[in-house]
RNA sequence: CAAGCGGGCUGGACAGCCGCGUGGGAACGCCGAAAGGCCACCCAUGAGGAAAGUCCGGGCUCCGCAGGGCAGGGAUAACGGGUAACACCCGCCGGGGGCGACCUUAGGAAAAGUGCAACAGAGAUAUACCGCCGGACGCCUCGGCGUCCGGUAAGGGUGGAAAGGCGAGGUAAGAGCUCACCCGACGGCUGGGAACAGUCCGUCGCUGUAAACUCUAUCCCGGAGCAACACCGUGGAGGGACACACAGGCCGGCCCGGCCGUCCCGGGGAGGUGGCUUGAGCCUGUCGGCAACGGCAGGUCGAGAUAGAUGGCUGUCUUCAAGGACAGAACCCGGCUUACAGGCCCGCUUGCACA
RNA sequence: GCAGAAGUACCCAAGUGGCUAUAAGGGGCUCCCCUGCUAAGGGAGUAGGCGGGUAAAACCGUGCGGGGGUUCGAAUCCCCCCUUCUGCG
């Protein structure tokens, strides 16, 4: 990922989770917010609840790659926090991929046509 | 061939494109006055048999601590060995299960003492309810019946357990009361390194429970845990030195205006660096040993992250199935326990068939 | 990473070797009293897991998170798991 960092600090997930905007899926809860850094940091969050240390690394590498593949078409100068929910341990990695673009466009985090 | 028993191994492989962690190299690239730093790119390497549960045993680190004994607490429990150590492993003995290969076993002491044993049953660590037998008295239809006194643990029923078992003798009826055989305990003898076995001899016949207290033997003994601990450490709080003003510094090209003491010390919150992977290591051969394991020789280095690196797409092969076993190192080892699809190999047992 | 605690009817729970847990007792549910009507309060009664069984009962088996073991006998004692919760930094 060139133009993104990680987002680590528990104070900014927190932030996120109040100040953002939000939109959600079973699979995925996405919040974001613009910040004035021009370049996004992306936060990935994969609890307990989604399974055990296996499954929660699976789904977390399924989301850094989606996001990866697709970082051109983000907008930059967001903070992105991406939350795994219960039915993303079973999901397939393109309905992972499909859920993320999916919400990212709600949010408008993403390119328009003409944009370059 | 079928059914089964035990042990070991494996836990997909290969290729292409994009991408990640760590280590090394690195320009004709970038930064810098230089020393040097960064980096495209290249090379190497990158989770497990359980990495898990955290149930035991250690190493390592820091804090506490003069030495020894008793008391107290904890762990273990046939015996012999292995090991750094263990509650682990190997061998062996005893008990239990299986036709067998084999499996299983918290397996010291109940005869040091204390406690507990509901219900049932006459009676639960000592008992006479029914019964059996004898005697006295009474009744009598002369078969017996009743009351009282006494003997008796063979029979009945209860129970997890009823006073070693069974047969014969014996007796009024009975009883290890006596005898033979068997069982068990203790002592002697023989074999064995020991647990133990043999049953030749003698003595005895005792409920169970110690995963109840307890006793015996052996071992252990302070606390915390890599988020330990060591080092660096912007800011803020504290202390000291020097300044005390018409001075000085910052914002600004200058004026006006606004803001501000300066330097040092020390312990340290966030953050960073070390700890951090070479170790009771792994592989091969050989020797000793039934084995666990050990000795010797040679070879070899196989993750070190820090919101946490192995992912995505595609093809081929093995496969019923690869989209489908269980599952992710977090300071490091030795075990135990638990989870686990499929596949492969070795040894053995029983039955059937054939030669 | 380390250290603990708990699990019993629908919920809160008592029971810590013994007769069948009448699954103690609350909450719950039904009825009554109280009130103009409610709430609160008081009194009486009642069912109560799962499987079988019955017209409904009776009744039988099993059941105290799960599985083993010790014991004549286990919710209780011992061992191994599962789940939930808490604490430290």
């Not at 100040?19 to 021009?38: E, I, Q, T, W």
């Amino acid at each position: 990922m060139k133009q993104t960092v990680s987002l680590k600090l528990n104070r900014e997930f927190r932030r996120l989770y109040q100040k953002g905007k939000s939109a959600v899926d079973p699979f995925l809860a996405v919040y974001c917010r613009k910040n004035r850094l021009g370049f996004s940091r992306l936060g990935l969050t994969v609890g307990t609840k989604v399974g055990h240390a296996v499954v929660r690394n699976r789904v977390r590498r399924r989301l850094r790659e989606s996001y990866r593949v697709h970082e051109d078409r983000f907008r930059p100068g967001y903070d992105i926090v991406v939350v795994a929910r219960g039915r993303a341990a079973g999901a397939r990695y393109a309905q992972l991929e499909r859920s993320l673009l999916r919400l990212a466009g709600k949010l408008d985090l993403l390119k328009g046509e003409g944009e370059g």
